[in-house]
């Protein structure tokens, strides 16, 4: 019997998150990281006006790993 949602659907859930300058943040995201793997972290500022460039980022990412 599949013990999670990933296993149960065969579909990976992520989080896609970018860089921040606030250093207690990255910290704590590094330990859920560390935890939980499920994140995606993109090399690009976290911010909410640029978003569409995070948007981007994530698509030439996955265009470039495959």
Do not use: W
Request: with cysteine.
């Amino acid at each position: 019997m599949p013990c999670n949602l990933e296993e149960a659907t065969g579909l990976a859930f992520r989080f896609i998150t970018s860089k921040t300058n606030d250093k207690s943040k990255m910290v704590e995201l590094r330990k859920e990281v560390a935890e939980y793997d499920d994140f995606i972290q993109l090399d690009n500022e976290e911010e909410y006006s640029k978003l569409p460039y995070k948007t981007l980022s994530f698509f030439i990412e996955f265009h470039m790993a495959n």
